[in-house]
């Protein structure tokens, strides 16, 4: 099988998504439950409902931002149709990471937002935690990072928003227990790391808190015991839809657990996106593999730990290859957390290794073994559990752990570790392991390169416009049983159509190249994925890509307003054409033929959602994206 991305992570080509087990207080771990691949390894889609993340995007520096995709696996995706009202997306701004910048235009129509109309399960619950990653560049009124209503006290689930120049506001249902973080104020062109808790369980005194970093800002008090579920959209950048108050800066990373989180989880998610973005902790800095003195192990950071026997987290994986758990003496204030060097997941490397190893990955991963006032600790044994999910065959006896365990960076002085444990879904333990220790590195080896070569499979996926066609081209290193692909296509990166089938090699060790260029483009943004499927009828999806193609045309149209309730005129630049109308599928829905150069189009009994409207003159094509709203 060629390897192919479960969802989107460009920093490396492989971000696994598995469903193992979770920790249960008399240390057993069914293998069949969900893992912690949430932020740092803490949560699943179950409990964190909303993760946009800008590395979770797949744009190019200065590209407009008209969808940003939810990575909690809820799809809780948020979209911008309105061009005048897209983000934009910048690379590298935040340590290396991207971020979306939302601009400082007050003008109705004009100002950056991004909304969801439908929101799954986002309140509804008596908990609520939100972490967000931010960089404002103007001060103002309502500086809103996320929110959650129709209007002010129309249902109202929160928001979270600076207002008053430099204070971070907090809505938890409605305005009356409104709170500010004054006189502590958060000042422009600084990276931000903050957070807000809401426990409807607690003391009508203690239900809110904010967090700058692990320091806690204020405790407020909320009457409201529970977020009832609203009937109100998701919105990232305004108060609400039709308000023109702009955020006015750059956002890194938002996340949204239905639930209070315990202090260890809350430790864990801030060490993670500290190493990410480089804010320091001012307290509880429990990882320090991030520090450039110690190499920069910045990504994919993750954790376990133990704050006491009523806050604990005891599995984690998060987006990475290595899971975590059951930690044999792990005592309160203890963390064990790891991170890597963002080198290649694949056994690239053929020197620096044991005597009887012959590759290990290139991709070398470090651990901080620390307690929350930063002395080193001794968790005790632990599983360390590796995801190789489509990396080719595998050997389970030519797997081996390699640790660097009198820390002088290499690994070829080091006594290789075996006896891993094939659990199946090509998911492999090492159990009991000992040698990992505060600072020290690990990554893994085969001893059997040319059986277990641990390759990456899919090398590249992306898509261009080229004569007004879509030109779609991929590479694989390696194929396995592969008995074909299929190229699928959506205009709202949600519902997907199948494009075409193309036969893949079956068995191959050489590098293929393939390119696809029968599709004809539609003007704007659409989205691609690659699905592969073995001759058994296994099959994986590849990360999804997004082509946007610009056509020259004499031929234009205007339709306006956008979005409306489905009733839409339409000018075009000509007299007479055809008006087709398309799902977010691609699925013809309507059809008329027009003789003037103005007109109306009613679908207001269509379903709300993305439509793609398109004129055909009998020459030219073109095309407009439309929302029915309601």
């Not at 090699?505 to 989205?527: C, D, M, R």
Request: hydrophobic share 40%; aromatic share 10%.
């Amino acid at each position: 099988m060629a390897n192919f991305n479960r969802t989107i992570d460009p920093h490396h080509i492989n971000f696994w998504t598995l469903w193992l087990g979770i920790f249960c207080l008399g240390f057993c771990m069914p293998i069949g439950s969900p893992a912690q691949t949430g932020p740092g390894g803490v949560g699943n889609a179950t409990n964190n409902v909303l993760w946009l993340r800008a590395d979770g995007s797949n744009y190019a520096d200065g590209d407009q931002v008209s969808i940003w995709l939810d990575q909690s696996g809820n799809g809780n995706h948020v979209e911008q149709p309105n061009a005048a009202q897209q983000p934009i997306f910048y690379s590298g701004l935040m340590n290396g990471y991207p971020v979306i910048e939302f601009d400082n235009n007050f003008t109705a129509g004009q100002n950056d937002f991004l909304r969801n109309l439908n929101p799954f399960n986002l309140d509804g619950t008596p908990g609520l935690t939100i972490f967000t990653v931010t960089r404002r560049n103007a001060l103002g009124d309502a500086r809103v990072i996320i929110s959650k209503r129709v209007n002010v006290d129309d249902n109202a689930s929160y928001m979270v928003f600076f207002f008053n120049s430099n204070f971070l506001n907090v809505d938890i249902v409605n305005l009356d227990n409104r709170f500010t973080t004054g006189p502590t104020g958060f000042s422009n062109g600084a990276n931000w790391l903050l957070s807000v808790r809401y426990d409807g369980t607690s003391p009508i005194g203690q239900r809110s808190r904010v967090y700058n970093g692990e320091n806690l800002v204020i405790t407020w008090t909320e009457n409201a015991t529970s977020i009832p579920t609203n009937n109100s959209p998701l919105v990232i950048g305004a108060t609400h839809i039709g308000n023109n108050r702009p955020f006015g800066g750059n956002m890194a990373e938002i996340i949204q657990y239905r639930t209070a989180v315990n202090v260890a989880e809350r430790i864990i998610v801030n060490n993670y996106l500290s190493a990410k973005y480089n804010i320091v902790l001012g307290i509880n800095d429990v990882y320090v593999m991030d520090d450039p003195a110690n190499g920069n192990y910045d990504h994919e950071v993750a954790g376990i730990g133990r704050f006491d026997v009523s806050n604990m987290h005891l599995d984690a994986q998060g987006t990475g290859l290595v899971r975590i758990l059951n930690a044999s003496n792990l005592g309160d204030n203890e963390f064990l957390m790891w991170g890597h060097d963002n080198g290649i997941a694949q056994a690239t490397e053929f020197i620096d290794v044991p005597g009887i190893v012959e590759a290990r990955f290139n991709r070398v991963w470090r651990v901080s073994e620390r307690s929350t006032a930063g002395a080193a600790v001794d968790v005790g044994a632990i599983d360390l559990r590796v995801d190789l999910n489509g990396l080719g065959a595998i050997d389970v006896d030519d797997l081996v752990l390699l640790v660097d365990t009198d820390n002088d960076g290499a690994f070829q002085d080091e006594t290789a570790i075996s006896g891993a444990i094939d659990l199946g879904g090509d998911i492999y333990q090492f159990t009991g392991v000992t040698a990992l220790a505060d600072t020290r590195r690990f990554t893994f080896g085969t001893t059997d390169a040319a059986f277990t070569p641990l390759p990456v499979d899919l090398i590249t996926w992306e898509g261009s416009c080229e004569d007004g066609k879509t030109v779609l081209k991929w590479v694989t290193a390696q194929e396995k049983e592969n008995d074909f692909f299929t190229i699928e296509r959506s205009l709202d990166a949600k519902n997907w159509v199948e494009v075409v089938k193309i036969d893949g090699a079956g068995n191959s060790e050489v590098q293929l190249e393939y390119e696809f260029k029968g599709l004809e483009s539609i003007p704007g943004t659409t989205y691609f994925r690659l699905k592969q499927t073995d001759f058994d009828g296994t099959f994986a999806y590849s990360k999804i890509i997004r082509v946007t193609c610009q056509e020259e045309s004499k031929f234009s149209l205007t339709v306006y307003p956008n979005p409306s309730n489905g009733i839409f005129k339409i000018n075009l630049s000509q007299a007479g054409a055809e008006i087709s109308i398309f799902d977010s599928t691609g699925k013809p829905v309507f059809h008329q033929q027009v003789q003037t150069q103005e007109t109306f189009i009613d679908i207001s009994d269509f379903p709300s959602g993305i439509y793609f409207l398109q004129a055909w003159n009998g020459r030219e094509v073109v095309g407009k994206k439309v929302v029915v709203e309601r």
